[in-house]
């Protein structure tokens, strides 16, 4: 017998990208959307009918939550009593798994995972006629899986799921849900989107001292990246001396001194907090 996977939230944004890569996959799906959007969106894009969740919990072997992260502790809390002892339970973040939202049970498998997007530099990404920034459609991208509770065993089948929903994969990595936690919303949302929004602003103050529009997202655009590639060592080279001192004094005009402390354990726990 085939896997049996209960999507819920497979109407939403993600729950439709993962419902599509399920597609044709070795698993029995059952779709859980409850709004009338989502149902809709399912059946008009994919010929996809949602089921209620008392039909797609039954014998269910793992449980998706495609759902936001404010929605998770309380959608877990109603379906835990409906699962029968072994059922993995798998969400698509570490925030709510990270701020102790899932229910006491140690029957149950924890399972995480997280797609990283295309990198900058794939080709992929930018194909004509298939441009996928996003990651799951054409352009490869890699995974990373954490095993909150459950045996390497679970932790093979959840890694296999994940390398399904997320396809197509480049690489696959296993980490701690605390690590996870470090990648997002530590690394990804609080220091890359933070800065990449404050280069944005920076953009529009150019704009608005007189350099026109086009030309400064040009600029910015291009050099971020050629000093990318650069920089994250995709290609071999060096900065010019003008470059480098630009760095050394826009550093702290920039950044606090103690910026690195986003990545203190009190402070993800807190950034967390405010997410879920």
Not at 20 to 34: A, D, I
Not at 84 to 110: I, S
Not at 209 to 225: E, I, K, Q, W
Request: glycine share 8%.
């Amino acid at each position: 017998m085939s896997t049996r996977i209960a999507l819920f939230g497979a109407g939403g944004k993600m729950g439709v990208r993962l419902s599509k890569n399920l597609m044709g996959s070795p698993y029995t799906v059952r779709h859980v959307e409850p709004g009338a959007v989502g149902r809709q969106r399912l059946q008009d894009e994919l010929g996809i009918t949602a089921v209620s969740a008392d039909v797609a919990l039954d014998g269910v072997d793992v449980v998706i939550l495609a759902v936001p992260d404010t929605l998770i502790g309380k959608l877990a809390a109603e379906i835990a009593p409906l699962l029968q002892p072994g059922t993995m339970v798998m969400t698509l973040d570490a925030a709510a798994p990270f701020a102790g939202h899932l229910p006491e049970r140690k029957d149950l498998v924890y399972f995480v995972a997280h797609p990283c997007h295309p990198t900058i530099f794939s080709p992929e990404v930018h194909k004509p006629g298939a441009v996928d920034y996003f990651g799951g459609v054409s352009a490869p991208q890699s995974v990373v899986s954490a095993l909150m509770q459950g045996t390497d065993e679970d932790f093979a089948l959840g890694e296999t799921i994940a390398r399904t929903i997320y396809q197509p994969i480049l690489r696959s990595y296993r980490v701690t849900v605390e690590q996870m936690a470090l990648l997002e919303p530590g690394l990804s949302e609080t220091v890359c989107a933070t800065l990449l929004d404050v280069m944005r602003e920076a953009m529009d103050e150019v704009v608005s001292r007189g350099v026109p529009a086009d030309c400064a997202r040009d600029f910015l655009l291009g050099h971020m990246t050629i000093l990318s590639a650069v920089i994250f060592k995709q290609i071999p080279g060096q900065f010019s001396d003008a470059c480098n001192k630009a760095i050394t004094f826009g550093k702290p005009r920039l950044m606090r001194d103690d910026w690195l402390k986003v990545f203190d354990r009190d402070e993800i726990t807190e950034s967390i907090r405010r997410i879920t």
